[in-house]
């Protein structure tokens, strides 16, 4: 014992040493570490063994993402999206958490893929790797499943709709399908239950399962070892140093990419909550699932279980039987090409589907409108989300409701600006009502106030009225000398006023002159508007012009043009919204405050972040 | 000795299916709780509404033209009840007189929202491009749905379009209540 040399400086060990051998005593960690770093690579370390670590890698990026995010988020239908936009718009730091969660998702499903070619093109699925090679699918397919379930969470527009076909897809399996679409939906409609348990999917099972599934995926690669490709092309390496700098250079140049477009999208994205009772026609999958979407427009009708099921069920047994495929003598061969045909296949669907909705009018018009709607419902938000939720805040929003209102009401015989409200073009013989789109504004009223252009289909030209009064008196009394035509503009100043647009009321006193002259000239009963026209204690019939185009004037039109005060009997087709309560009060205020461009703008208590 | 050597094996046979009856038991206690809330929504039957009130018959065009309506009606969604909000839209249309036809606005195949074109007087999904006819029948073979736009019972009382609003299994070619 004495003869004993001690490593180290006179005087024994360091206190370190002293603690790791104490701790290695007690644990064996040093044999543990020893096992996992010191691991053999035979012909040295090479790129193409870096898989399973950057998958490793970022399956834990995203448990610590994740985990920090669960800390946030609210799952019910009043709380979901608004903790999602919590986190994303307000939270310090939320937009890069949900960015980089969002997309390392997107990576993962990438890099697996490559894997699994990697694996295949290897022939490292052959005995007696047929156990691990299984495993490998299984996880593949557990995270589609994460992506599945985490992209309702949100509960905006198109995780939503997007989600209700998936689920649906689930239902069609036959036997089955029912049930097991009713269990995790949490019922025959998706709410506060579907939330839950697809939040405990999402966070809580199919994370667990996953690890089991790598604890036995990483087991069972170190019970048989690397396949080397042969013959090997250099000395044996150990894992630790040189396979692990290689490894986390993969994870670096993936994260790169990965905070690449976290920075570029800003975050990741999020529309507007979720209304189940607003179509929404631009509502896609993730893009990695565009192809599903897509083959199920070659199988109609009756014969959709085929493409939603059989296909895909019978492509993940072929998958599933290459190791007994591939034990005979042309088997790897016809692996090989079986892969690639069905890699083709998803990327010439995804394709077709991307080019697809590339020209599809509906859809861009659609998509439009979805990015219009999740950027309003963030600027409600800024000013406080009430406990119901943001959707009624939506729901009450004259911005949000009155294009919606005036497409599917007055859409039938009025434009806006050319189209519905919405963007989707009207067919011509549609349009026989005038274009609303500035309505009693200046430049409206002017167009409205002259002879040819009142004639137009942008205004009276498809209506009865064409042939009317209002017509012929215009025809009558065309503006000749300077004076006239001054008189002219100052009446289109004087009814325009009338409607006291908000966006005109600068405007309007700075023509406080000519407005006088204009209102005059209204009031005159033996030349001027008067004469027919009701306005304020002058004139007897209709249409009346006090506070023509106002807010409440256009209010009590929409509600009644049937109504004495307006067209009476001459009406041409114009419903009564109010009177047969096809609107209600408040559609029609949202519909006419759009009309007007005015809508609340909250003041914010936080500038939004980002563009 | 028979005896001696009897008495271990048959202590050993009682304390294994011992061990394995009580393990079985307090094993099976967690997982049969849970699946019990787990399978809760299969017991639960849609609540089933009465007829209400979507439209005024004067609010129809006269020439058949579908018109889409927001359905009002008491919304249940686990232990949130609320009265008077959106459940649905339906398209109304004026078939008679006093007769009207109310389809359900959910396309039948997947549960995307089906959109009313005027340009070719039909319905069109935009999600996996169904089209159907005026009526609801599709218009077109190669149309993913398995089945026509689901028809709602309807009836008209006092000038107003009163509806019995339900939902359907998607992708099925049968109309089944969900």
Redesign the interface.
């Known amino acids: 014992m004495a003869s004993e040399r001690k490593d180290g400086p006179a005087g024994g060990d360091s206190a370190l040493d002293k603690a790791q051998e104490w701790l290695d005593q007690r644990t064996g960690y040093k044999g543990l570490l020893h096992e996992v770093l010191f691991e053999n690579v035979p012909g040295g370390a090479r790129w193409r063994y870096v898989w399973g670590s950057t998958l490793s890698f970022f399956f834990v990026v995203q448990v610590i993402t994740g985990t920090f995010l669960w800390m946030s988020y609210s799952p019910s239908t009043q709380s979901a999206w608004e903790s999602v936009y919590f986190i994303q718009h307000q939270m310090w730091g939320g937009w890069f958490l949900r960015g980089i969660h969002h997309f390392v998702a997107q990576a993962m499903t990438v890099l697996l893929v490559l894997h699994l070619m990697q694996v295949i093109i290897d022939g490292a699925y052959k005995a007696p790797r047929e156990v691990n090679y299984w495993f490998g699918v299984v996880l593949l397919l557990l995270i589609l499943a994460l992506s599945l379930t985490g992209y309702l969470l949100p509960w905006d527009q198109n995780g939503y709709w997007s989600t209700a076909v998936s689920t649906n897809i689930v239902g069609l399996s036959p036997g089955i399908g029912a049930p097991l679409q009713t269990v995790v939906v949490g019922g025959a409609n998706y709410g506060h239950q579907t939330l839950s348990r697809f939040l405990a999917l999402h966070a809580g099972v199919i994370p667990g399962v996953i690890i089991l599934f790598i604890v036995g995926h990483v087991y069972l690669f170190r019970r048989h070892g690397i396949t080397p490709k042969q013959p090997l092309k250099g000395p044996d390496e150990g894992f630790w140093p040189e396979q692990i700098l290689k490894d986390v250079v993969a994870c670096l140049a993936v994260l790169l990419v990965v905070l690449f477009f976290v920075v570029r999208e800003h975050g990741a994205p999020l529309g507007a909550p979720a209304d189940p009772s607003e179509q929404f026609s631009a509502a896609r999958p993730e893009w990695y699932f565009l192809f599903l979407f897509q083959l199920l427009k070659y199988f109609p009708g009756e014969a959709e279980v085929i493409g939603a099921i059989v296909l895909p069920t019978l492509c993940l047994l072929a998958l599933a039987a290459m190791p007994i495929i591939g034990k005979w003598r042309l088997g790897h061969r016809f692996n090989l090409g079986f892969m690639g045909v069905m890699l083709a296949g998803v990327a010439l669907l995804t394709w077709q589907a991307v080019a697809a909705d590339r020209n599809d009018v509906e859809y861009q018009v659609a998509k439009a409108g979805a990015k219009r709607d999740a950027a309003r419902a963030v600027e409600l938000a800024n000013a406080g989300v009430p406990i119901t939720g943001a959707l009624t805040l939506m729901r009450d929003d004259p911005y949000t409701q009155g294009p919606r209102i005036f497409s599917r009401n007055c859409a039938s015989c009025h434009r806006f600006d050319g189209h519905d409200g919405l963007g989707n073009p009207l067919p011509k013989d549609s349009i026989s009502a005038s274009d609303l789109k500035g309505f009693g504004s200046r430049e409206w009223v002017r167009g409205f106030l002259n002879a040819d252009t009142i004639l137009t289909a942008r205004y009276w030209g498809g209506t009865t009225h064409a042939e009317g009064d209002m017509a012929m008196w215009l025809a009558d009394h065309i503006p000749e000398d300077e004076d006239e035509v001054a008189m002219r503009e100052n009446v289109v100043l004087a009814l325009s006023y009338q409607a006291r647009l908000n966006s005109q009321a600068a405007l309007d006193v700075r023509d406080s002159s000519r407005i006088a002259s204009g209102i005059a000239f209204m009031r005159n009963t033996s030349s001027g508007c008067a004469e027919c026209h009701k306005f304020q204690d002058v004139g007897t019939d209709s249409p009346e012009l006090t506070d023509w185009g106002s807010r409440d004037w256009t209010i009590a039109f929409v509600h009644d043009p049937a109504h004495q005060r307006f067209f009476g009997r001459d009406n041409d087709r114009m419903p009564s919204f109010g009177t047969e309560k096809s609107l209600t009060p408040r559609e029609i205020e949202m519909v006419v405050d759009w009309l007007r461009g005015e809508w609340n703008t909250p003041k914010t208590g936080k500038a939004t972040t980002g563009n | 000795m028979t005896e001696n050597h009897q008495a271990p094996d048959r202590r050993n046979f009682v304390t294994k299916a011992a061990a394995i009856v009580v393990g079985g038991l307090i094993s099976v206690v967690a997982p049969v709780a849970g699946l019990l809330t ?2 809760d ?2 017991r ?1 039957k ?1 609540d089933t509404r009465g007829m209400v009130r979507v ?2 018959l ?2 129809l ?1 006269e020439n058949g ?1 579908p ?2 309506f ?2 009002l009606d008491t919304l249940v ?4 009840k609320t009265e008077n909000v ?4 339906v398209y109304v249309q004026k078939t008679g007189e006093n007769t009207v036809r109310v389809l359900n ?1 959910v396309c039948p ?7 009313y074109r ?2 070719t007087q039909g319905y069109f999904c ?4 169904s089209a159907f006819a005026v009526d609801g029948s ?1 218009a077109d ?6 089945r026509a736009m689901d028809e709602l019972t309807a009836e008209v009382r006092d000038g ?1 379009v009163w509806v019995k609003f339900q ?1 359907f ?3 099925s ?1 049968d109309k089944i209540p ?1």
């Not at chain 2, 959106?86 to 839209?89: A, I, K, T, W």
């Not at chain 2, 195949?109 to 959109?115: D, W």
């Open positions: 787990f399978l929504p299969l639960r849609s439209a005024s004067a609010s065009p033209e018109r889409k927001p359905v969604d686990a232990w949130n959106p459940v649905g839209s606005s195949h997947l549960g995307c929202s089906v959109g005027a340009s935009p999600c996996h491009k599709i073979p190669k149309s993913p749905s398995p107003e939902n299994r998607k992708g070619p969900v």
